[in-house]
Each structure stands twice: as C-alpha cells, then as structure tokens.
C-alpha cells in the first residue's frame, strides 16, 4: 500500500471515491472547499456526477435525490452550512436514504469565525433537525482517520439505510498528513452494491403498487409514522449495543482522565505521555464514534481510582460534558478545559489544566 | 363495445382521489397517467411531489414516486436524474412551492438546462394550509393572510413563472395550459406528452405551467370557480407557449 | 350506441361532465355515493354520440367511454 501526503478534505474525498461514492453535490464554504474542488476534478475521471448546487440547501436536496436511486452519494460543508442542510438530512434519515456528509467544523454559533471548532457537538450526536432521529457520527482524530471513517461509512449508511455523519474539525480537514488509501472498488462491486437496493430505490418498476419505488419521509398515517419511529429507535439502541468505537488510553491506573474527541483527544493523547513520563497516573478515554457514545467506557472507570475527570473539548460552553455527565452519574467531580472561537487548544492549556487538578 | 376512454393504470383502480370536489390536481395527475401509459413510461418514470396538496396523490398514483421537502422539488429531480439518466423524472409542484419557497431551486435548474420535465400547477393560492395568499395570487383575490386581498403596494404583484423562466438561456420548452374546458384538458396532455418527450430526446429543461383552479380556498362552488378561473386567472397568466426550441 | 359508464364512488358531484357533455346525457343524479357526494348519472343515454367529453373533463377519472 502506497503512502500518500495529502490534505484532509482531499483525503476524504478520495476515500469517498473509493469506497464508490458517484454522486456529490456542495456549495463553497470555508474551510472545506477543498472537498467539492476535488470531487470537481475526480468524479468523472470514475464516472461520477459532481454538482456544484446553488445553496447547500439545494445540494443536500440533490443527495437526497441521487441516493433514492441507489447510487453511493455524498456532500459536505462547514459549520453554517451543515445547519441549512439539516432538512434535507432529516428528510434522509425519515426516508431511510443511506447517504453520507462531512462537517468540516468551525466556529459558532451564527457565521462564527472560518477556523476550526467542536462547536457541533451537539448538534450532530443530538439534533441535526426535526424529529429525533439519530445518525452514526464518526470524529477522526487523525487524517489517516478520516480517509478510514469515510471509507466505511458507506457501507454503515447502506447497511442502516440512514445518513452517517464525518465530524471533522477544521484542523484535520485542512492539515496535510501521510496516508494510506484503501483499495479502490471495482465497478462490479459499485454496480452489485447499487443492484441491492433495487427493491426500495426511485428508479422505476414494474406496475405493482405494493412493490413501486416510494421514498417517503412521512405519512399521513400516524399508524405508519409510529411504527417507523419504534424501528428507527431500535436501530439506535443497536447501535450503541455494537457499534460503538472508542480509544482507551492509559486508563487501568489512571487518577485523571480526561475525555476529549477529534483534534482536542490528539493533543490532549501528548499531555497524558508528558505527564506519564513524570510517573503521573494520567489517561485518556477518546470517543471515536461520539454517536453512538461510549457511555459504557466512563461509567465503567473504576471510581475508588479515578479522582477527577477532565472533559477537553474546543467548544465553549462545553457540549460533550452532558454525555459525559451521564456516564459518570456524580461519583468524581468533572472539570473542563475549553478553547472556542476558532481557537485550536494547546497543549500548554492542557497541561495547565491538569497540573491544577493533579 | 370497445372501451374509447379508460381510467389511466397511472391510478390505482379502487382508489378515490383525496382532493377537494372539482380539483384540477385530480385532472392532471390523471393526464400524467394517460401520457406516461400511451409512452409505455410507466415503468420508468420518478415522480418528484412538492409539499402541500401535490403530496395527497401518493397513494392513489401507482408508480415510483419520492417526496421532496417544500421547494426542493427540482434538486431533487437534479439528483435522481443526474445519478440514473434513463429515468423519466419529473416534478409535481404547486405555486407555493415552485414559485415561492422553492424559487432559488426551480430557477437554478432551469437555468442548467437540467434534463427534466416540470409540472407547476398555478392556482393562486396555497391549499392544503388552507387558503394563504401565494406569489401567484391575483390583485384583489382574498386569502387568509390578506383578509384584505392581495395588495400590489404591499404584496407585490403576480409572478408570472413562464415568462421569468424565459428570461434565461437554457429552458428548451416552456406552455401554459389550462383545465378550464374539455379542448384545454386535451391540449395540456399534449404538452405534457411533448414536455415529457423532450426529456426522453435529451433536450434540457421542460416545463408545463396548469393554470387551474381551488374552488375549496376561492371560496367558491366548482361553477363558479370555472367561471373565475375563466375571467380572471386567464386573463393575468394568458395560455400559450412561451418558448418551444423544438 | 355507444354509452357511458360512471364509477359512482369516484364521483364528487363537481359537475364539469354535465356542463361540457354536447348533448345533455349527464345530470347530477339524486342518489348518494358513500362519501355523501351525489353522483352523476346518465339521465339521457341514448343520446350519447361517445365523445368522451365527459371522460377527458372528469377530475375523478370516474367516467369511461364505449362505443
């Protein structure tokens, strides 16, 4: 397997290629207009379709459309952004249309500041529209991450028939990193993974009412709607049951764990070797899915042991704090370190953090 | 005997449509039956509904069909149509939706060329909430958020879609029609069978505008509303073709 | 002779095949359909020349034609 050197938004695109994404749809929004330019230039070298859409809303609505046909689709955008997509994403996960996007996030809220954030959190593990619905939400922390998440992600989106979220803060979008790519699929394999959702897809068939293509994001019957509501819900509790992903880092001693995602875990992962090679009993504990959350990690700590928890996210006022919060349910005092604005955390603030604590 | 008129396969056969007494939405999505069973497309063919009372026909249409949210009917016929070029794709989308929230869509698609086939029905006014003031509303008509009726110094005036649609480059066939009469039933199938035609042939973007009316929100009995959609619709959206390229 | 046939659960009494039928065959008849619509009928059949007016104005797509 050849390394490449490649930025994040370029990486994620090419991995989306890879796995047989065909269809993209974007609008420009810094700072991930490094994924539309590349889809620009990569989708019809494969055969793809690359729209520049005239709004994000407009961009959304065409995945929408291009993924009810089966095809392996994608958008993008940033923080604002993800924010006007958010109808055409719930009207994804009511229809069930398998579809992945990434938020390149920066920082908030309102048109906030073009440098990277986590002030999304929220929004993407609990809210990212109307009605309830829930995603799988993967936050890499490093390029190699995001190329791997995106990868995989279509075929979590296909399996589940509901949209998978890359949430990506705008450090990993737009550094540059050596990664390795996975091996491209074939042709027939795109072509067998879009014949298996022939039964459902808005593709045509056969006059037979009970077997048309009918893409529904409701229905007048409320018999109808609750029933999809209960299977939706089901499929979220299974997923915290199987899917969940998770990076436990030095925690079977650890007196102080800190809790951090994306960028923040990375530099939050230096400060606990710094700390350790001072023969301090510092760990980390790093969702890699933040949807499902790994619930089951914190609250299994070992809280005769640990003494303080130290939630590190680059989000002011502090979002994951509340998933945090449950999971410890009140056994050890839970202290912050935030950053936000578009203010990437240090490892200086970090250490400081700690050092208070320790 | 031989049967000289049937009930299009396009509709269910034991299904009453769920629009109100009179309703030209009935009459057009029974010409989109006709056009698309005479074409041998059924089976091929993606609807695209808007929201509001374009959306009752889904279970009473028989064919592939996807719900678009308010206004993003024509994105997402973009996505469909891009992504699987052999479907016959169009859009079903009221004045509400097409003209007003959905305007940015509709005329971005247009102004693509996008390869599909748009079917706007223009009555005036929103129905399925209930009778609202539209961009299509006449001068003078009442809705139920102008008590008053529609006010050209506050409310603007009438858009007219065809003619802005006409204004850009790429729309290959652009015609209003009408329900109105037997004849004007006859000539909008005719032009949704050649707006349809055009997609198949790879021209770009058709669009057939059905100025129709709402005896239910007019405030008026189905004869009545035959005469003001004579009298007064017609004469603020005249019936003609705007643009043909063919 | 050609004739009409009305689908009288279909129907919902707008009126549009008896204003535009040429020869007066139609009228809105005085019986009930079970959504409470009084359906239309034909009053006159034997005048009917099969010319589907009836058919092609109907909303309801309630009427169809023989001949």
Known sequence: MERVFMKGCEAIAEAAVRAGCRFFAGYPITPQNEIPEYFSRRLPEVGGVFIQGESEVASINMVYGAASTGTRSMTSSSSPGISLKSEGISYCAAARIPMVYANVSRGGPGVGSIQPAQMDYLQATKASGNGGFKMMVFAPATVQEAVDMTFAAFDYADRDRNPVLILCDGVIGTMMEPVVMPEMKGDAEIAAIKDGKKSWAAIGHELDYAKRGWIQPGNWSTAVMQQGNEEAAAMYDNWQKNDVQVEQYKVEDAELVMVAYGISARIAKTVVDKYRADGKKVGLIRPITVNPFPYEAIENLNYGQVKTILDVEMSIPAQMLQDVSLAVKGRCPIETCLCSGGNIMKKEQVMDAVAKLI | MEKIYARTKGLRPDVVSGFCPGCMHSTVIKLIGEVLEEMNQMDNAVAVLGIGCCGLHMEYMSYDNVTAPHGRACAVATGIKRANSKSLVYTYQGDGDFASIGLGESVSAANRGENITVIFINNGIYGMTGGQMAPTTLLGMKASTAPKGRIAEEHGYPMHMCEILNQLTAPYYLERTSCNTPQNVLKTRKAIKKAFQNQLDGKGFSMVEIVTSCPTNWGLDTMKSLDYLNEKMLTEYPLGVIRDNG | ?67
């Open chain 3, 1 to 67: 002779m050609p004739k009409v046939e009305i689908r009288s659960e279909s129907c919902k009494s707008c009126g549009y095949c008896v204003k535009f039928c040429p020869k007066q065959v139609l009228a809105i008849g005085d019986k009930v359909n079970s959504k409470g619509y009084e359906y239309a009928a034909a009053v006159k059949p034997e005048a009917c020349i099969g010319c589907k007016m009836c058919g092609v104005v109907c909303p309801d797509a309630a009427i169809e034609v023989y001949k």
